[in-house]
């Protein structure tokens, strides 16, 4: 065999291997697309709705309390006086399309909304409007 048709039969090769290494990275849904398409911000019809909705007006659903999670920083001074610092409340929410959203709130409100208690939840991006249940209605004072 002559070094020039090896040398061209050496070239389809690598032709050949590098359109099938582009038609596996590229064509059909496999995991290497997937992963590409994490890094490329593709425009749903819904989301300019959905950050309209999130960012202006009140959302409401119904959902039951299943997580209070608190984050307190307690001092105590030389002479006895307790405080509290950089106070964060936050309440997990489990609506009824299977969604956990984490809403920020008040002491009060913390302490007063009971566990596994569903209801309509009213809140503005992550902050907490008001909670109605059955037996109460809890208001947001923040």
Sequence with gaps: MSPEIRNMLIMFGAIAIALILIIITFGGDNPVERFISLFIEEEDENTEEVEKKSFSAPVVEM???IRKSDD???V???DGNVKLL???YELTFLTRKGRNIKIECSAEVYE???F???GSLTYRKNKLVKFKYYEDTVYNEN
Excluded: V
């Design 86 to 88: 950089d106070e964060y």
């Design 72 to 74: 307190r920083r307690r």
């Design 116 to 118: 596994n208690q569903q």
């Design 76 to 78: 105590i001074e030389s």
């Design 63 to 65: 959902a039951t309390l």
């Design 112 to 114: 007063k909304i009971p």
